[in-house]
């Protein structure tokens, strides 16, 4: 099968040498022109990715990439198994449901256990805030964070900011509003991070029960009502009450969440005529988003965003092996 060409290295592109990090961890982490390097490089597999009926490339040909998910996914899993591959990477999952976690054994011994398999890069899934960094600290390769409890999920809100910056031009004073069970959100979190250092001004709509009290920090506004935090807006990204990892009853009913808080055709309105819809998913329809926003075909980035995935899972797989393939790099 012919191998599709990607014009030269983006560091060249670019002018950057040195992607300085030897794990993706958290949004915290990088520097907006590192930001803005992986959306550029992202950015380049979007165009591989839409335009190529073969999409094969075989920069991580010999390697081998675990994808470790301790918590459900559908399209963080599936968008890194499926760059990996067309990075041409051995991909193994390894799903927490069917392995010796459930037979008592440490996330220690766990990661111990994959970093003696020789892996070259590791993508981690884990429910607990910080356990992904705490295997970061134990194994010899890349570690990418695919989602740790509240704390983090930097793939998505990079693919996010990939999707704003195509659809958008840019992101320097635009208004985003991320809407929703804010508390329980490390997509939230990624994105307050990774949005307003690329210059957008980001509110955090929620009631005040799922609201945390750090959105100022994290670079966000903090709004109460959504009539006040979608006025004007230019993109409104709505999240999923996350039912799992609530403690107690945060709200009084998804009934009356949504007429308070769902997005609407009619509470639309008050955004910009032109605003982007997204979601991370997965949606809840009638609850956080009814289907005619969801599905409209004009205002919906949806389905762009899970398309963006891969593009960043290959940018960030890409980027974080060049020290490990003798390229420039951190080795
Ligand atoms: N957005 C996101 O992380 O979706 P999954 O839980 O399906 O991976």
């Given at each position: 099968?012919?191998?599709?060409?990607?014009?030269?290295?983006?560091?060249?592109?670019?002018?950057?040498?040195?992607?300085?990090?030897?794990?993706?961890?958290?949004?915290?982490?990088?520097?907006?022109?590192?930001?803005?390097?992986?959306?550029?490089?992202?950015?380049?597999?979007?165009?591989?990715?839409?335009?190529?009926?073969?999409?094969?490339?075989?920069?991580?040909?010999?390697?081998?990439?675990?994808?470790?998910?301790?918590?459900?996914?559908?399209?963080?899993?599936?968008?890194?198994?499926?760059?990996?591959?067309?990075?041409?990477?051995?991909?193994?999952?390894?799903?927490?449901?069917?392995?010796?976690?459930?037979?008592?054994?440490?996330?220690?011994?766990?990661?111990m256990t994959l970093?003696?398999?020789?892996?070259?890069?590791?993508?981690?899934?884990?429910?607990?805030?910080?356990?992904?960094?705490?295997?970061?600290?134990?194994?010899?390769?890349?570690?990418?964070?695919?989602?740790?409890?509240?704390?983090?999920?930097?793939?998505?809100?990079?693919?996010?900011?990939?999707?704003?910056?195509?659809?958008?031009?840019?992101?320097?004073?635009?208004?985003?509003?991320?809407?929703?069970?804010?508390?329980?959100?490390?997509?939230a979190r990624s994105?307050?991070?990774?949005?307003?250092?690329?210059?957008?001004?980001?509110?955090?709509?929620?009631?005040?029960?799922?609201?945390?009290?750090?959105?100022?920090?994290?670079?966000?506004?903090?709004?109460?009502?959504?009539?006040?935090?979608?006025?004007?807006?230019?993109?409104?990204?709505?999240?999923?009450?996350?039912?799992?990892?609530?403690?107690g009853a945060f709200?009084?009913?998804?009934?009356?969440?949504?007429?308070?808080?769902?997005?609407?055709?009619?509470?639309?309105?008050?955004?910009?005529?032109?605003?982007?819809?997204?979601?991370?998913?997965?949606?809840?329809?009638?609850?956080?988003?009814?289907?005619?926003?969801?599905?409209?075909?004009?205002?919906?980035?949806?389905?762009?965003?899970?398309?963006?995935?891969?593009?960043?899972?290959?940018?960030?797989?890409?980027?974080?092996?060049?020290?490990?393939?003798?390229?420039?790099?951190?080795?």
């Open positions: 099968m012919p191998e599709v060409i990607i014009p030269s290295t983006s560091s060249e592109l670019t002018g950057r040498a040195l992607f300085p990090h030897r794990h993706l961890l958290s949004i915290a982490d990088l520097k907006p022109w590192e930001i803005r390097f992986l959306l550029d490089e992202a950015e380049q597999w979007a165009k591989v990715n839409r335009g190529n009926a073969r999409k094969h490339d075989g920069r991580l040909a010999g390697m081998t990439q675990i994808n470790a998910f301790f918590e459900n996914s559908t399209r963080t899993l599936l968008s890194f198994e499926i760059a990996g591959k067309r990075l041409g990477a051995d991909v193994v999952n390894m799903h927490a449901g069917q392995s010796s976690v459930k037979k008592g054994e440490t996330l220690i011994d766990t990661a970093n003696a398999m020789a892996a070259d890069v590791i993508v981690i899934r884990h429910a607990s805030s910080g356990a992904v960094a705490l295997i970061a600290d134990m194994v010899d390769c890349a570690v990418l964070n695919a989602g740790d409890g509240w704390h983090q999920h930097p793939t998505q809100a990079l693919l996010d900011a990939l999707t704003i910056r195509r659809r958008k031009g840019g992101f320097e004073g635009l208004i985003v509003a991320i809407c929703g069970d804010i508390l329980h959100s490390r997509v994105n307050m991070l990774s949005l307003s250092a690329l210059g957008a001004q980001v509110r955090a709509v929620a009631p005040p029960t799922l609201m945390p009290p750090e959105v100022g920090m994290l670079g966000a506004t903090p709004c109460y009502r959504m009539d006040e935090g979608l006025d004007g807006a230019d993109v409104v990204m709505m999240l999923r009450l996350q039912n799992e990892r609530m403690d709200i009084p009913s998804p009934r009356e969440y949504h007429m308070l808080y769902g997005l609407t055709p009619e509470r639309l309105a008050i955004a910009r005529p032109d605003a982007l819809v997204m979601h991370p998913g997965p949606m809840n329809r009638g609850v956080e988003i009814s289907s005619n926003v969801a599905d409209d075909p004009d205002r919906s980035a949806i389905t762009e965003q899970v398309e963006m995935g891969v593009a960043v899972r290959m940018a960030c797989l890409d980027v974080l092996t060049r020290g490990a393939r003798g390229m420039e790099g951190w080795s």
